[in-house]
């Protein structure tokens, strides 16, 4: 893998930064060559700050760092793609991404990340660290309980103890979901595929 560093003038390839395990881009970045290789040998992302006029690992103040996954090159060598695990918030305003959509925020992305880090940097506090600590087992059994709780709920007529319910097997349904490995479009895309056929 070698990127062409001498096609921009500054000697400057923007590096884009998704996360491995929810596919969401976090951040776009610049690498000059020395960036590249720090980032290549300690496999933590490195840019080169424009502002700054140096080399910036991602998180050297706020803790926030961003491991490497997975580092791809596109077909015209000017652009690196890499695919990382991220160590807390991303952005300088304290969101999970740099890039703000356009549309109503989806806020189950924004539950998987933080379920996610839940799971990867456990807290003494947190119900999800404490059901991720007791295994799969624990974390099924919690998900057969909401899905009984919610159909005994059905058959009511109280509307807020029916949603209530539904939210309670949703959530924990994206932890199995995350324990598991998988994210929740993942699932949306086997319901799409069906829908082709």
Sequence with gaps: MK???KKAADGLIPAIIQDNVTKIVLML????????QKTQSEKR?????????RLWTKGE??????????????????????????????CHTGADTCFNEINTPNFLIQLERI???????????????SLFGKGINKIAQKVGEEAIELVIEAKDNNKDLFKNEAADLL???????SEKGFGFKEIVKVLEDRNLK
């Design 115 to 129: 379920i996610h880090d839940r799971k990867v940097n456990p807290k003494i506090s947190s119900y999800v660290s």
């Design 3 to 5: 990127p062409d560093f």
């Design 171 to 177: 959530f924990h349904y994206l932890i199995l979901l």
């Design 61 to 90: 103040e706020s803790g926030h760092f961003l491991d490497v996954d997975e580092m791809l090159l596109d077909c015209d060598n000017d652009t690196i793609l890499i695919k990382a695990t991220p160590f807390g918030t991303i």
């Design 45 to 53: 992302v490195t840019f080169f700050s424009r502002s700054k006029n």
């Design 29 to 36: 970045g610049y690498m000059n060559e020395e960036a590249f």
